[in-house]
C-alpha cells in the first residue's frame, strides 16, 4: 500500500476539490466526470462524482496501489463524512461484501473490503491487496455508464425493502477514458491473479 503521507495528500486534493465545488470554482466539465491529479506530471489517480447514488458518498477514487513488486489499480468509495456509511437520506447503512457493476449492460462481481475512512471495491488480487482485474480497468475506460448494485446487510436496515441500493457513474463525461488510460499501466497483469 501506498505510504500514508500519499493518503493524506489524497484526502487533501478531495477536500479542496469538494470546496471548490460548493464554492462554484470549477467549470462545468469538473465535478460529475474523471478528473486526474492535478499539478503533477504523471498522475496516479482519478476520480470521478456519481451522477446519482443512494449513499451518501463523495466520490470514486481510481488509484495506483503498491503490491508487493508491482504496482496496480484499485477503485475507493469515500462517504461525505468520516464514519459509518450512510444512505442518502442519513441512515447508517452496513454493505454486504459481495456486489456488482453493470458496465452497459456487462455485469461483473467485485468485492467490497471496508476501512474507516473508505471501501475498496476489487475484482482480483495481488498477495493480500485488493485490485481491478485489466478486464474491469478496461471496461471502465471504454464504458459509458457504471451503475454498482449495493446490498445492505438486512439487520442495519430493517425498515428499507427493494433490490439494493446504487451508485451511477457517467463513465465518458470529464476525461473520460482517457483519465483511465493514464493509470491503466499500473493494472494492466492482475487478469492472471484474477482468474487464479
Known amino acids: 500500500m501506498r505510504p500514508i503521507s500519499a493518503l493524506a495528500a489524497l484526502l487533501a486534493t478531495l477536500s479542496s476539490f469538494a470546496a471548490q465545488v460548493r464554492a462554484g470554482d470549477l467549470s462545468d466539465e469538473s465535478?460529475?466526470?474523471?478528473?486526474?491529479?492535478?499539478?503533477v506530471d504523471s498522475p496516479t489517480y482519478a476520480f470521478i462524482?456519481?451522477?446519482?447514488?443512494?449513499?451518501?458518498?463523495?466520490?470514486l477514487v481510481?488509484?495506483?496501489?503498491?503490491a508487493g513488486q508491482e504496482v496496480g489499480l484499485q477503485?475507493?468509495?469515500?462517504?461525505l463524512?468520516?464514519?459509518?456509511?450512510?444512505?442518502?437520506?442519513?441512515?447508517?447503512v452496513e454493505l454486504s461484501s459481495a456486489a456488482e457493476f453493470d458496465?452497459?449492460?456487462?455485469?461483473?462481481?467485485?468485492?467490497?473490503?471496508?476501512?474507516?475512512?473508505?471501501?475498496?471495491?476489487?475484482?482480483?488480487?495481488?498477495?493480500?491487496?485488493?485490485l481491478l482485474s485489466a478486464s474491469l480497468i478496461a471496461a471502465l475506460q471504454t464504458g459509458r455508464q457504471l451503475k454498482m448494485k449495493l446490498q445492505p446487510v438486512e439487520s442495519s436496515t430493517?425498515?428499507?425493502?427493494g433490490p439494493g441500493l446504487e451508485i451511477v457513474?457517467?463513465?465518458?463525461?470529464?476525461?473520460?477514458?482517457?483519465?483511465?488510460?493514464?493509470?491503466?499501466?499500473?493494472?494492466?497483469?492482475?487478469?492472471?491473479?484474477?482468474?487464479?
Open 158 to 161: 430493517p425498515a428499507r425493502s
Open 81 to 92: 463524512e468520516p464514519g459509518p456509511l450512510r444512505t442518502a437520506h442519513g441512515q447508517r
Open 49 to 59: 462524482e456519481p451522477t446519482y447514488t443512494d449513499l451518501a458518498i463523495d466520490v
Open 31 to 39: 465535478g460529475t466526470g474523471w478528473q486526474l491529479e492535478r499539478d
Open 103 to 130: 458496465i452497459d449492460g456487462r455485469r461483473l462481481k467485485v468485492s467490497l473490503l471496508f476501512s474507516d475512512a473508505f471501501v475498496v471495491m476489487a475484482d482480483a488480487t495481488d498477495g493480500p491487496v485488493p
Open 62 to 66: 481510481l488509484s495506483c496501489e503498491q
Open 169 to 196: 457513474a457517467n463513465l465518458q463525461a470529464g476525461l473520460g477514458g482517457i483519465a483511465v488510460g493514464m493509470l491503466r499501466g499500473c493494472g494492466v497483469r492482475n487478469d492472471v491473479v484474477a482468474a487464479r
Open 75 to 79: 477503485l475507493r468509495l469515500y462517504p
